[in-house]
Every structure is written in C-alpha cells, then in structure tokens.
C-alpha cells in the first residue's frame, strides 16, 4: 500500500527549463495539493484538486500549473523554472472531509540555478 | 495567510523528558491538526482535536484546545530519540483548506 508516491525524488534544473512533477494516490482520495517547503516558511498552498476535473488556486500558484489527469494522479508544471522556485515540493491527499487529516508524499527536492 | 504559529521553534530536552509545543491562530476554526516531519520526509498526521474538545490522547501525545485563546499545545510524554522531528500544527482556513505554521523543530538529547 504506497500510499502518496511522488516523483522524481530530486531534480536540478537551468533557469527556463520547464518540467512536470508527478503524484499518484492509491487511497480513492477525493482531494489532492501540492505544497512547497521552503526553510523558514512553512508549507504554502500551491494549487488543489477537490475532485477529478476541478482544480483550484492556493497561497502562491504563480509560475506553476496543475492537471488533475484522473482520481489517482496529480502533476504540477512548471513552465519555466526560475531560482526562486528552488524548494522542497510535496504532494498530498485526503478525503473530501479532512478529519482524517492529509497524507504527503515524501516530497521532490528541486533545485533551480 | 498562516493560520497556525508553533511556539518554541525549536526546543531541545533529554530523551525521558516531556516535550511541549504551543500553536496560536488567528481565525475560528472546526479543528486543529498535529503533524510530525522526520529529517527529509514528508509530513505524517499525528492527531486532530475538534473544536468541542478541550482535550485528546493518543500513546505518549496528548493535545489540548483552548478556544477562547485560540492556542493548542501538543505534550509527547517520556520523549525518545524517534521523536526528533518537527512538529507543525495545521487548521482550516475559511476555505476549507489546510494551512500550515512553519514547525517547531524538537531534538531529543541521548
């Protein structure tokens, strides 16, 4: 039972170079979000899914893009890496009624230079 | 927009010792989340306490609710080694959306 797979687990990146992170749940979550981690910061809201089909903006989805391919899976964009976007990135899940709280992934460390 | 605040950031204790950390936030919530995140991992859901409950147990945690001082603390009894982590507690915002604060950082001493 793996639970959040996120993939890769590391990645450097040049500056204008674009690439997609991959999430896929194996629980029947309804819900779905990507955060990023950032020394200092906490986890901020990048984007989310509420159920296949719908996807929504967080706390800072500037410079990123989402698809909610099917209830499984969940990709976050970047369309062009810029350093600022260097962070830890985890994906997460949960059932539409959050009591049970939220399942993550064990995170992608990407570096932009 | 961070909903939770952790107090101390980080804290350090003998293993054996009682660990606590505070959390304070802003906004009327439903409920309020305890996670743990061991060095390089993703984050782990601990325990949720509803806005009815002063108080709540699981093993060694115990997690208490003041509404009125909109503050949680999280108490982990008879702390070991395993516990090192950071501890983040999280709540709703008026979206319904998990907001995190940024974590307090515990490193439990041989």
């Known amino acids: 039972n793996a639970g959040v797979t996120q993939t890769p687990k590391f990645q450097v990146l040049k500056t204008g170079q674009s690439m997609t992170l991959q999430c896929a749940q194996d629980m029947n979550h309804n819900s779905m979000y990507w955060y990023r981690q950032d020394p200092g910061m906490g986890l901020r809201l990048i984007y989310y899914s509420a159920s296949e089909g719908t996807t929504d903006k967080g706390e800072v989805p500037n410079g990123y893009n989402v698809s909610r391919l099917n209830k499984r899976e969940f990709s976050l964009r970047l369309e062009s890496a810029a350093p600022s976007q260097t962070s830890v990135y985890f994906c997460a899940s949960s059932e539409g009624d959050v009591l049970n709280g939220y399942t993550f992934g064990s995170g992608t460390r990407l570096t932009v230079v | ?110």
């Open chain 2, 1 to 110: 927009s961070q909903q939770g605040e952790e107090d101390p950031q980080a804290l350090s204790i003998q293993e054996g010792e009682n660990a606590t950390m505070n959390c304070s936030y802003k906004t009327s919530i439903n409920n309020l989340q305890w996670y743990r995140q061991n060095s390089g991992r993703g984050l782990v859901h601990l325990i949720l306490i509803r806005s009815n409950e002063r108080e709540k147990h699981s093993g060694r945690l115990r997690v208490t609710l003041d509404t009125s001082k909109k503050s949680s603390s999280l108490l982990i009894t008879a702390s070991r080694a395993a516990d090192t982590a950071s501890y983040f507690c999280a709540s709703p915002n008026r979206d319904d959306k998990i907001i995190f604060g940024k974590g307090t950082r515990l490193h439990i001493l041989p």
